[in-house]
T-cell receptor, first 118, second 117 residues
Framework: GAVVSQHPSWVICKSGTSVKIECRSL??????MFWYRQFPKQSLMLMAT?????????EQGVEKDKFLINHASLTLSTLTVTSAHPEDSSFYIC??????????????FGPGTRLTVL | QQQVKQSPQSLIVQKGGISIINCAYE??????FPWYQQFPGKGPALLIA?????SEKKEGRFTISFNKSAKQFSLHIMDSQPGDSATYFC????????????????FGKGTKLSVIP
C-alpha cells in the first residue's frame, strides 16, 4: 500500500515548450501533495505544497507562474513547467501525505521525473 | 529553527557491520521523524519513522533511536548488506495542522552509504 506514481518518468523537450508532470496516489487519498526538485548529489528542495481544491503554496524563490500546480482531486496533482529553459532541467519528485487510516500523515514519494530541456 | 543537520556526509561500512547515521533538529514543534532511502535515479522510499513518545523503534535490521532532550535521532542499520548502499535522508515535520508549513518535511543533506563486501 501507499504507492505514488509519477508520469512521465523522463521527458526531453525543447526550450520554450511546456511540460506537464502528473503525480498520483494509487491506493490512498491525499489532500496534500508536495513537489520537490533535486539536483545531483543534493538533498530535496521543496518547491510547493499542493492542496486539493485550493491554490498551491510556493516556497520563497519559486516562480508560481512558471511552475503551475493543480490539485484537482484527492489522488492527482500536476506540475506544469511553462516555457521551460535548460536551467529547469532537474529531477522533479512529488510526495503525497496520507489522509486517513493506519498510516495517516505519513508521506510517500513518487519515483521522480527527469526533465531535460534542450 | 527549520534546520535538520545530518552526519556523516558519507559512510563506508563492511558487509555485516553496523551503519549509524545521526541527525539533529532545532524546531521543538517537530513531532514526526522519518528516514528515507534513495537509490540513484529513484524517488525516496520511506524506511522507518518515529514519533517523540518513544525512544526507539525497530523494524527488521533498521532501528531509530530518539533523544528528545538532546533533539537528536539516529538510524542504525544492523548486519549491513551491499544492497543497503544508497543515500539516506533524515527528515522532520509537524504531523498536525497548525497553519503554514504544516506537514512539510525538513530534510537533512543526506548520507551516502557504501557497504563493501
Amino acid at each position: 500500500g501507499a504507492v505514488v506514481s509519477q508520469h512521465p518518468s523522463w521527458v526531453i523537450c525543447k526550450s520554450g515548450t511546456s511540460v506537464k508532470i502528473e503525480c498520483r496516489s494509487l491506493d490512498f487519498q491525499a489532500t496534500t501533495m508536495f513537489w520537490y526538485r533535486q539536483f545531483p548529489k543534493q538533498s530535496l528542495m521543496l518547491m510547493a505544497t499542493s492542496n486539493e481544491g485550493s491554490k498551491a503554496t510556493y516556497e520563497q524563490g519559486v516562480e508560481k507562474d512558471k511552475f503551475l500546480i493543480n490539485h484537482a482531486s484527492l489522488t492527482l496533482s500536476t506540475l506544469t513547467v511553462t516555457s521551460a529553459h535548460p536551467e529547469d532541467s532537474s529531477f522533479y519528485i512529488c510526495s503525497a501525505r496520507v489522509l486517513a487510516g493506519g498510516r495517516v500523515n505519513e508521506q510517500f514519494f513518487g519515483p521522480g521525473t527527469r526533465l531535460t530541456v534542450l | 529553527q527549520q534546520q535538520v543537520k545530518q552526519s556523516p556526509q558519507s559512510l563506508i561500512v563492511q558487509k555485516g557491520g553496523i551503519s549509524i547515521i545521526n541527525c539533529a533538529y532545532e524546531n521543538t514543534a517537530f513531532d514526526y521523524f522519518p528516514w528515507y532511502q534513495q537509490f540513484p535515479g529513484k524517488g525516496p522510499a520511506l524506511l522507518i519513522a518515529i514519533r517523540p513518545d518513544v525512544s526507539e523503534k525497530k523494524e527488521g535490521r533498521f532501528t531509530i533511536s530518539f533523544n528528545k532532550s538532546a533533539k537528536q535521532f539516529s538510524l542504525h542499520i544492523m548486519d549491513s548488506q551491499p544492497g543497503d548502499s544508497a543515500t539516506y535522508f533524515c527528515a522532520a515535520s509537524r504531523s498536525t495542522y497548525s497553519g503554514a508549513g504544516s506537514y512539510q518535511l525538513t530534510f537533512g543533506k543526506g548520507t551516502k552509504l557504501s557497504v563493501i563486501p
